[in-house]
């Protein structure tokens, strides 16, 4: 049962235009979204995160989009840059048992010049 | 600045070998955690402790033992490899916040 999903495994997007990560979760309890990024041969990084209080945070190129109706977030990256390619990870939690952080399956971004 | 350190970074391993991936971390956090990475799949959570002496299991525990005797060391034990202990895995910490800062991983194999 995957309670978070990433549909789309991989994303090409030319230099400079939009990138737009979907993530869509099952579970009515989570209140906490967090995107991580992975470079190759790396661990995950922390990127941005959003509370069900938000539907909304900014943080530079990023933005993450919260629909809590539809169960669904978005990572929005304006412009994207090369530096950009790697793999997106959406990650959902209860903020009472943030121990307990349920991942995506994650997203390959590529960004092309 | 070294956050998050794991060794080893590859291994091979026979079936029914035993070894300890080492995980240790110098930002002074309670809270670690150990996750696997299958090949196209999320980060499921093995094991977890919020602090020195407590641990916890995760999503996929079998197979797999962690001891916490100091807040900055947090090692697995694989008792008996088998095939489907063939994976990524990482470790965590975690400070008051949410976040989590991750080492940069062992890959490891068993044929």
């Known amino acids: 049962d995957q309670q978070v999903k990433q549909n789309s495994p991989s994303l090409s997007v030319q230099e400079g235009r939009i990138s737009i990560l979907n993530c869509d979760y099952t579970n009515s309890m989570f209140d906490y979204f967090l995107w ?3 470079y190759p041969a790396e661990g995950p990084t922390f990127l941005i995160s959003i509370s069900s209080i938000k539907d909304k945070n900014e943080d ?4 993450v989009f919260l629909n809590k109706s539809a169960k669904h977030l978005s990572l929005h990256i304006v412009p994207s840059q090369p530096g950009d390619s ?23 971004l590529q960004v092309f010049p | 600045n070294a956050g998050v350190t794991q060794t080893p970074k590859f291994r091979i391993l026979k079936i ?15 809270y670690m955690y150990w996750y696997r990475q299958d090949p196209g799949m999320g980060l499921k959570l093995i094991y ?29 034990r694989l008792e008996l490899a088998a095939p489907s202990q063939t994976s ?24």
Not at chain 2, 16 to 30: E, K
């Open chain 1, 86 to 108: 790697a793999v997106y990870f959406c990650a959902a939690s209860v903020r009472a048992n943030t121990d307990k952080l349920i991942f995506g399956t994650g997203t390959r």
């Open chain 2, 16 to 30: 029914g070998q035993s070894m300890t991936l080492q995980c240790a971390q110098d930002m002074n956090h309670n």
């Open chain 1, 60 to 63: 530079g190129r990023f933005t």
């Open chain 1, 36 to 38: 991580y990024k992975k």
């Open chain 2, 88 to 111: 990524v895995y990482f470790c965590a910490s975690r400070g008051l916040g949410e976040k989590l800062f991750f080492g940069s991983g062992t890959q490891l194999s068993v044929l």
């Open chain 2, 48 to 76: 977890y402790s919020v602090g020195a002496g407590i641990t916890d299991k995760g999503e996929v525990p079998n197979g797999y033992n962690v001891s916490r005797s100091t807040t900055e060391d947090f090692p697995l």
